[in-house]
């Protein structure tokens, strides 16, 4: 059984900063490619950013130099730094990952950036 165990979604001020952290239930470097997808309300779920086993990155163009994705093998933690945020960053984030060519979802954590 694969779980996702995402936290640190909150209220930022726009330019504010967040990290947001994945905690998987088994060794994420098993998984081909682990990453971030959000859905705003009323909007399709898209892609943040995804890493590979072999660490290379990939970033959505509307979070490009503003957001950091990484991962901690030793403590089976995938994490999402994000700052300067915007209101449109505003959405439920949720980490995912491929292994053996199936999809495994986290339970999401709400961003919201507002003044």
């Known amino acids: 059984q694969v779980q996702f165990v995402e936290s640190g979604g909150g209220l930022v001020q726009p330019g504010g900063s967040l990290r947001l952290s994945c905690a998987a239930s088994r060794s994420i470097s098993s998984f081909s490619s682990i990453g971030w997808y959000r859905q705003a309300p009323g909007k399709q779920r898209e892609l943040v950013a995804t890493i590979t086993s072999g660490g290379s990155t990939n970033y959505a163009d509307s979070v490009k130099g503003r957001f950091t994705i990484a991962r901690d093998n030793a403590k089976n933690t995938m994490y999402l730094q994000m700052v300067s945020l915007k209101p449109e960053d505003t959405a439920v984030y949720y980490c995912?990952?491929?292994?053996?060519?199936?999809?495994?979802w986290g339970q999401g954590t709400q961003v919201t950036v507002s003044s």
């Open positions: 995912r990952g491929v292994l053996q060519l199936r999809l495994y």
